[in-house]
C-alpha cells in the first residue's frame, strides 16, 4: 500500500512511517517541518509544507494519485500553548483538517487514519476507560481532538470516506534502532520533566499526592511509540475490515491497558539508570487531573494488536534517543 502520513517527520509521524515502510508500505510525508526534523523524512517522498496548501496538496496527489490511506498525525499539540492560543489551535487542528479532508475526498482518497488523543477522556478516576468513556476534554487541544473525531464520524456517515480514530494515550520511547525519536529536545511530558531533572541535577516535582490512585500521585498509560506505530500499521492494513460500508467510522483506543502512576514511572527511570532521583511534593496545579489507563480489547479484537514494550523499555529507548538527538545537534 502508499500511505501519505501527514506531520511525518515529528516524533509519532516519524515512526509510524518507518513501520509503514517495514511492513513493506511505500509512504509518502507531508510536513511544514515546523516541528519535525527534515531528517526524519529523507528518502521518505517529503513534501514540506502546511496541510492547508491548496497547491501543495494538488502537487503531491498529482504525483502520487495512487495512494491508498492516510495517516493524519500533523496537529499542534502542547496543552499549555493551546490554553494561551485557542484560536491558533482550532485553525491549525480543526480549520486545516477540514481543508485537508475536502482535497482528499475530492481526489477520491477513502481511508482516513487519524491520530486522535485520550485527553478526549474524563479522566477523573484513575482507572480504565474503555471507547464509550465519557468524553470531557479539559484543553483545547483535546478539543480539537474531539472536533475533529467528530467531523470524521459525520463525514463518514456523509458517504465522503471512512475512518478510524486511533486514541492515543501517553507514548514515550523511540524507534528500538534509534532511527527516530522525540524531536523536541525538552519534551513537557512526566517522563522528559524526569530526564531534564535529571540532567540537571535537581529534584523532580510530583504535583499531586492526593488522588484516588494506589500511591496517591497521577496514573498515565504510557504505551512505547513503537508499539503504537504498530498499531497504525496494523489499521491500516485491516482498514476495510474495521471500517466497513456499514460501519464507516470506528474509534479504537491504543495504550498498554494498565496504569503507570507519577511515582512508579521514577522508580522505573532509577530502576533504568541505576541512580537515585530526588523527588520532591506540591500540590495541584490547575486542570490537573488523576488520570486514567485504556482499556484496549477492542484493538486486540478489530486490529489482532496489543502493546508488548514494558514501561522500563519505554524510559531505556527514550534516555537512548536522548543521548543520540545531543550528538546530532
Known amino acids: 500500500m ?26 509518502v510525508i507531508l510536513d511544514d517541518l515546523s516541528k519535525g526534523l527534515r531528517a526524519f523524512g529523507d ?36 496543552v ?19 481543508l485537508l479532508l475536502q482535497r482528499l475526498r475530492d481526489a477520491g482518497i477513502a481511508r482516513i487514519v487519524f491520530s486522535s488523543s485520550a485527553s478526549v477522556y474524563a479522566g477523573e478516576s484513575g482507572e480504565g476507560v474503555d471507547e464509550n468513556g465519557v468524553l470531557a476534554p479539559s484543553s483545547p487541544y483535546a478539543t480539537t481532538k474531539a472536533m475533529v473525531e467528530q467531523i470524521l464520524h459525520d463525514a463518514a456517515a456523509a458517504g465522503d470516506f471512512r475512518a478510524i480514530a486511533l486514541r492515543y494515550f501517553n507514548p514515550i520511547g523511540a524507534d528500538p534502532q534509534l532511527r527516530t525519536g522525540q524531536q523536541n529536545p525538552a519534551p513537557s511530558h512526566a517522563l522528559g520533566k524526569i530526564m531534564q531533572a535529571h540532567a540537571a541535577g535537581e529534584p523532580f516535582t510530583i504535583t499531586g499526592t492526593d488522588w484516588a490512585t494506589r500511591d496517591g500521585s497521577g496514573l498515565r498509560d504510557y504505551i512505547h511509540v513503537w508499539d503504537l506505530a504498530l498499531a497504525h500499521v496494523a489499521a491500516v492494513q485491516r482498514f476495510d475490515e474495521v471500517a466497513t460500508a456499514d460501519e464507516p467510522y470506528q474509534v479504537i483506543n491504543l495504550g498498554t491497558g494498565d496504569g ?18 530526588a523527588v520532591v511534593e506540591t500540590g495541584r496545579r490547575p486542570g490537573d487531573q488523576a488520570g486514567a489507563f485504556a ?13 508488548e514494550r514494558s514501561v522500563d523499555d519505554g524510559v531505556r529507548d527514550a534516555i537512548a534517543w536522548a543521548e543520540k538527538l545531543g550528538a546530532l545537534r
Open 2 to 27: 502508499k500511505v501519505l502520513i501527514t506531520g511525518g517527520a515529528g516524533y509519532i509521524g516519524s515512526t509510524v512511517a518507518t513501520a509503514c515502510i517495514e511492513a513493506g508500505n511505500e509512504v
Open 43 to 78: 528518502g521518505r517522498n517529503l513534501y514540506v509544507g502546511d496541510i492547508a496548501d491548496a497547491a501543495l496538496l494538488d502537487q503531491l496527489l498529482s504525483d502520487h494519485p495512487d495512494i491508498d490511506a492516510v495517516v493524519h498525525c500533523a496537529a499542534r499539540a502542547v
Open 80 to 98: 499549555p500553548e493551546s490554553v494561551a492560543d485557542p484560536l491558533g489551535y482550532y485553525d491549525s487542528n480543526v480549520g486545516k483538517t477540514v
Open 260 to 277: 503507570v502512576t507519577v511515582r512508579e514511572l521514577v522508580a522505573a527511570f532509577e530502576r533504568v539508570t541505576g541512580e537515585p532521583l
Open 295 to 307: 482499556i484496549v480489547d477492542r484493538a486486540e479484537q478489530v486490529l489482532d494488536w496489543h502493546a
